[in-house]
C-alpha cells in the first residue's frame, strides 16, 4: 500500500506539469503539505477555484520567488500558480494587480521547451506560437498569435516586439520560458511577458484539483478541512 501510495505521490507531482497529452517533466516539484493545505488562505474565489495573491499578505508582501519556488510554495499549499484558461480568470488577476499597483506576478505559464518530449510534439510547433501551457492545469494556450479576449500577451516588449520574444536569450542570456504580468513596465498596461525563469517576483496562487483530491485522500482520518 506504501508503495502504490508512494506512486501516486510521485504521478501526482507531474500530471499538473504537462501540456496535454503526455509531455513530460520539470523536475523539482513539491507534494502538498497537508497542515500548510488545511491552513492556506483564499482572498477571493471564482466559481469553486480558490486564489491567493502574495501581495495582500503581511507575510508574503515581500516574497519574491522564481518561477519554480513559486510554484512550489503554491503546491505546498495544495495550489499551484494561476492559470488563465478564461477571459473571466485573466480580468481577476488583471484587477487585482491594478488595484494594489502590483509590479509584476508569476502566472503557471511555460513554454514546453525541455527536451525531446516537446520538440517531438507536432501539436506545439513552432513553439513559440503553440508550445505555451499552463502548468498548473496542465491545458495548451491558445496560438500566441491569435488575437482573443483568451490572450493577453503584450504588444511590445524590450525589443519593442510583440510577446513572446525570447529577448533575454536572443541577447546572450537565458531563455524566456515562462509567463509573467508586467504592470505597464514597457508603457503597455499590465500584459503577459515571456521572462525568464529565475527571475524573482511576487505569485498568484490558485487551488489545484488533482492536489487537493490527493491531499484529501491521503488524509481522511486527519480530522484536518481542505
Ligand atoms: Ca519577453
Known sequence: MKTYVALINF?????ATLPNPGVSVPKNLSLPKPELCAARKIH???GTSGYYFTWLEKDTRNLFLNWLDARNWCRERCMDLVSLETPQEIQLIKEYIQLHNTKYSWTSGRLCDFGEKCSSRKDLQPPEINGWFWSGSGLKMRPTNE???YNDWSH???LKLPQ??????KEGGHPESCLAYLNNY??????WHDVACHHIKSFVCEDSVELLKYARSINRNSGLQF
Open 11 to 15: 504521478l501526482l507531482a507531474f500530471i
Open 44 to 46: 477571493t474565489k471564482l
Open 147 to 149: 488575437h482573443s479576449t
Open 156 to 158: 511590445t516588449g524590450g
Open 164 to 169: 513572446p520574444d525570447n529577448r533575454e536569450k
Open 186 to 191: 514597457y508603457k503597455d498596461g499590465i500584459k
